[in-house]
């Protein structure tokens, strides 16, 4: 009875929270990803009547999105924290257990639950009892699917506490998202055409085993819910009695100016956060890994690419770095006319810059080119990096959680996961933006791109953060106010954004959201494979092209990619008063 009124009170509380929270953009952003979530749930389902292995195929992958979206995307839905409830004296398992019902209360989980409506549909394409069969498994499978994401993020939360735990959580979660990215790859070395026959042994797939008439999987289910559920709530505990390491035993910081002092605290908030080494150590582990995974088929021309892919991924990390410190803001807002914004930037150079160089240095070695498009390459995606990295992050500023009052989840940074996952995007569009002269007057005239390169870095880097520095000098209170309260002050709420029709609104959306599959993948990554000879490559439509359409193609999404950009930005650029 305990339990149960627990789990319903918890649920009751979620309810409450999601009402009054679902207003505005988040609102907006909500609907845009149930509605782009029910079309994939559609799909799920439509598989439910056409094969079998593909939908235990599709299961795994929603399984695996259950699993590395939180840990990437900021520790996932945390509307109710077990923080919450410590001073109540609840019994670990009961906490779980209410903690999970809630759970099931948002959107994440109710399009999932749309999407294992395959397993009634493919039970009763069998039978009756196997239609039957498949309610227990939907709720079970669902139950799964919740519970090794609450688990996920429970280990690399614990994980984020020592040093050695956030440097090998880096970089296996690096591993795994590089390794997925090239999941075909894998499919060519092992010479599978289809789906392989383990996929539906993964406990993705039991829920289908069951219905498809191995009932033992129904039970396999049961007793995996229960024990994921009482190893999560042993990391509860452990969660609710964590500390923070202390960094008292550290030597003092000396600098003889201003921009001196603030590279020697970045520099030190290198060394120090957790959080920022467990970012730093993924992008150098995707990268590598990204750009060795196709000497499983004994290509490397990806190997050179792996310092400016570390520079982008490491900079998509970085995107909301005045975010990310908290209300420290007010320590630049109350000294007249200063700004730390190139501070920050020759920082950022310093823990990135090295470690870009010594890959493109060390893998093009390994295959004696392309010299000339790697380090124009590398230089341009450098200084653009370290110019719009502040540039977003003042612009685009997502509030975050000021670094001593995280909760027990060091993923958590902010509360506005959305924000944060666009923000990462754009930061990687952007980044990319920047590299393209550079990469094609390499591709064209050789050595020339490199001094193409230098140029454009420098532009950029002295550029946008002229622009950062003027948006913080002009802008810093009203951006100490919304790091301090979250909210966006009466005046600037009312933005164009706000006056835009739902049409309007909803193409802004598509825009923002989908620019970057035409511009990177389609367009410049596809011109990258052309360029290597890697043709009829996964889905990148222009290594499938005649040889005389391929560079047209890839061109062409490029700028179908900035033109969406560009559509959206004009869409919601300040008309004037008439």
């Given at each position: 009875m305990a339990v149960a009124l627990t789990t319903l009170t918890m649920a009751r509380m979620k309810v409450a929270i999601l009402r009054h929270a679902f207003r505005g953009t988040r609102a907006q952003t909500a609907s845009t990803g149930a509605t782009l979530g029910s079309l994939l749930a559609a799909g799920t389902i439509y598989l439910a009547f056409t094969d079998p292995d593909l939908l235990a195929?599709?299961?795994?992958?929603?399984?695996?999105?259950?699993?590395?979206?939180?840990?990437?995307?900021?520790?996932?839905?945390?509307?109710?924290?077990?923080?919450?409830?410590?001073?109540?004296?609840?019994?670990?398992?009961?906490?779980?257990?209410?903690?999970?019902?809630?759970?099931?209360?948002?959107?994440?989980?109710?399009?999932?639950?749309?999407?294992?409506?395959?397993?009634?549909?493919?039970?009763?394409?069998?039978?009756?009892?196997?239609?039957?069969?498949?309610?227990?498994?939907?709720?079970?499978?669902?139950?799964?699917?919740?519970l090794l994401s609450k688990l996920a993020v429970a280990v690399v939360g614990q994980a984020l506490r020592t040093r050695s735990g956030a440097i090998a959580s880096g970089m296996l979660n690096g591993a795994i998202l590089a390794a997925l990215g090239q999941i075909w790859i894998f499919f060519v070395a092992f010479g599978e055409t289809g789906v392989p026959s383990v996929v539906r042994y993964l406990p993705s797939g039991w829920g289908l085993l069951a219905v498809q008439g191995e009932w033992w999987a129904l039970g396999a289910?049961?007793?995996?819910?229960?024990?994921?559920?009482?190893?999560?709530?042993?990391?509860?505990?452990?969660?609710?009695?964590?500390?923070?390491?202390?960094?008292?035993?550290?030597?003092?910081?000396?600098?003889?100016?201003?921009?001196?002092?603030?590279?020697?605290?970045?520099?030190?908030?290198?060394s120090r956060d957790l959080v920022r080494s467990h970012q730093l150590t993924f992008a150098l582990s995707y990268a590598v890994c990204f750009a060795a995974v196709p000497l499983i088929v004994g290509w490397n021309g990806m190997l050179p690419y792996a310092g400016p892919i570390f520079v982008v991924m490491a900079a998509a990390?970085?995107?909301?770095?005045?975010?990310?410190?908290?209300?420290?803001?007010?320590?630049?807002?109350?000294?007249?006319?200063?700004?730390?914004?190139?501070?920050?930037?020759?920082?950022?150079?310093?823990?990135?810059?090295?470690?870009?160089?010594?890959?493109?240095?060390?893998?093009?070695?390994?295959?004696?080119?392309?010299?000339?498009?790697?380090?124009?390459?590398?230089?341009?995606?450098?200084?653009g990096a370290a110019g719009l990295v502040p540039l977003i992050s003042v612009y685009g500023l997502v509030p975050g959680t000021d670094p001593h009052r995280r909760a027990g989840n060091p993923l958590r940074t902010s509360e506005d996961d959305s924000g944060l996952t666009g923000l990462a995007y754009l930061t990687l569009a952007l980044v990319l933006v920047t590299g393209l002269p550079a990469a094609l007057v390499a591709l064209r005239y050789g050595w020339a791109g490199v001094a193409v390169g230098v140029l454009t870095g420098a532009l950029c880097a002295w550029g946008f953060?002229?622009?950062?520095?003027?948006?913080?000098?002009?802008?810093?209170?009203?951006?100490?106010?919304?790091?301090?309260t979250g909210r966006r002050q009466r005046a600037s709420v009312a933005s164009r954004f706000d006056q835009l029709s739902t049409t309007q609104r909803t193409l802004v959306w598509w825009c923002f959201g989908f620019g970057a599959i035409p511009l990177v993948p389609q367009g410049i990554l596809a011109a990258f494979f052309v360029s290597g000879d890697m043709l009829r490559h996964s889905w990148f439509l222009a290594t499938y092209m005649p040889s005389g359409l391929r560079y047209p193609v890839a061109a062409g999404f490029v700028l179908l990619g900035l033109a969406m950009y560009g559509l959206g930005l004009w869409i919601i650029k300040p008309r004037p008063a008439t």
């Open positions: 195929a599709a299961y795994a992958i929603w399984l695996l999105g259950w699993i590395l979206g939180p840990v990437f995307m900021g520790g996932g839905d945390e509307t109710l924290r077990p923080e919450y409830f410590t001073m109540l004296g609840l019994p670990p398992r009961r906490l779980a257990t209410g903690l999970l019902v809630a759970a099931f209360v948002g959107v994440a989980p109710l399009v999932s639950l749309v999407a294992l409506a395959g397993l009634p549909v493919a039970g009763a394409l069998i039978g009756l009892p196997n239609a039957l069969v498949a309610v227990p498994a939907t709720v079970l499978q669902l139950a799964v699917f919740v289910l049961a007793l995996l819910t229960l024990l994921l559920l009482g190893a999560w709530a042993v990391l509860l505990g452990r969660r609710a009695g964590a500390r923070q390491p202390s960094g008292r035993s550290r030597r003092p910081m000396t600098a003889a100016t201003a921009n001196g002092a603030i590279i020697a605290k970045e520099l030190r908030t290198w990390m970085a995107a909301n770095q005045y975010g990310a410190d908290g209300t420290a803001l007010w320590l630049t807002v109350m000294t007249p006319g200063a700004s730390d914004v190139r501070g920050r930037q020759l920082a950022w150079l310093a823990a990135q810059a090295p470690v870009g160089v010594v890959l493109t240095v060390a893998f093009t070695s390994i295959t004696g080119g392309p010299w000339p498009l790697v380090l124009a390459l590398l230089a341009a995606l450098l200084g953060g002229l622009l950062a520095e003027r948006r913080l000098r002009a802008q810093g209170p009203e951006l100490l106010d919304l790091m301090r």
